[in-house]
């Protein structure tokens, strides 16, 4: 079964395992790209959830949106307080800045090509990227900004590995 919720503004989705065996997994972004992971999980006994994000190139609400989210799962459905990130590409990123703010609430992270580094995706290192634009657009950040940023995904793998 698939339910549609909002909370505090935002789309949910949220898909129910047939058995579910207390656990949980969270897509950051894409939520329809790439099920394969998503689906092997929900025939395990997996929850699925997914809310949506004001922008793939992170906003720090959607980092907290995720929070909510995951006191929502806890509460409605009684699952373990740590989910399995699944993030691919920019929804990498979007794992990796949600695991670094609250590692206590996640297990494990399955990520494919995630963004790490800005300079290299959106930015494409100075060689220019249509992608680079509308990043520019939803951060308002420009490539100098970048070269002297201290926020990005990269530097939150410290904190990811002593978790």
């Known amino acids: 079964m698939i339910e549609n919720i909002v909370l505090n503004g935002r789309e949910v989705i949220i898909c129910h395992p047939e058995n579910p065996n207390g656990k949980w997994a969270l897509k950051t972004e894409y939520f329809d790209a790439f099920p394969e992971v998503q689906n092997i999980l929900l025939r395990k006994g997996y929850y699925i959830a997914h ?14 949106a995720r929070f909510e989210l995951a006191k929502y799962m806890n509460k409605r459905f009684n699952v373990n307080k740590k989910c399995v990130i699944i ?3 920019c929804g990498g990123m979007q794992g990796i800045y949600f695991a670094s703010k609250y590692p206590n609430l996640v297990s494990c992270m399955y990520l494919d090509a995630p963004v ?11 060689k220019g990227s249509s992608l680079f634009e509308e990043f520019y657009s939803h951060t308002g950040m420009e490539l100098t900004d970048l070269l002297g ?13 002593k978790h």
Not at 51 to 63: A, E, G, L, V, Y
Not at 116 to 126: H, I, Q, R, T
Not at 149 to 157: A, F, G, S, T, V
């Open 87 to 89: 993030g691919m590409s």
């Open 51 to 64: 809310i949506k994000n004001k922008t793939r190139w992170h906003h720090p609400s959607d980092t907290d």
């Open 116 to 126: 790490v580094n800005l300079l290299s995706c959106p930015a494409g290192l100075g």
């Open 149 to 161: 940023y201290r926020n990005h995904p990269l530097d939150h793998l410290p904190t990811l590995v």
